[in-house]
């Protein structure tokens, strides 16, 4: 901005201390809207918080989701160092963390890339497996002849 201005000034006559008052008037304006813009921003990031605070899937699993989240970005730091810092201080630094879609995306996003948890006891899997006594796979003769046979058991 210095080597920009400096030629102006000099061709308007001004001296050093009428050139300084110029500088310091522009940062004082320039300040006050990043000011401005920086509480726009956290107003809006503290609006988010609420809604995503109240949305009726996101509120309840605030805490799973900081723990999903945080395995997700666990296991990227693996691959990519520093990935975490990086994205933690966009996030910071944009409030776009506080978003409810972005919460609910990045949510999604996040349990399809982590490990899931440990099942719990209380029978056989209806998918892989039977309950004592009980077949549900089709006999020999049902899976030969399958418009043949009327009682798949």
Do not use: C
């Not at 997700?72 to 630094?93: H, V």
Request: net charge positive; charged share 20%.
């Amino acid at each position: 901005m210095v080597s920009a201005a400096t030629p102006v000034f000099k061709e308007l006559g001004l001296t050093q201390a009428q050139a300084d008052k110029l500088v310091d008037l522009y940062n004082g304006l320039a300040k006050g809207k990043a000011d401005i813009g920086l509480a726009t921003i956290k107003a809006m990031g503290e609006k988010w918080e609420g809604e995503a605070k109240a949305d009726p899937y996101i509120g309840p699993n605030l805490d799973k989701i900081k723990v999903d989240v945080g395995r997700a970005m666990d296991r990227l730091e693996q691959t990519r160092p520093g990935i975490k810092a990086r994205f933690a201080n966009a996030m910071n630094m944009t409030m776009a963390g506080s978003n409810p879609a972005f919460i609910e995306t990045f949510w999604e996003l996040a349990k399809s890339i982590t490990e899931g948890t440990h099942v719990v006891a209380g029978g056989p899997s209806p998918a892989g497996q039977s309950a004592t006594g009980q077949t549900q796979r089709p006999s020999i003769a049902a899976s030969m002849y399958p418009n043949l046979v009327r009682n798949n058991n």
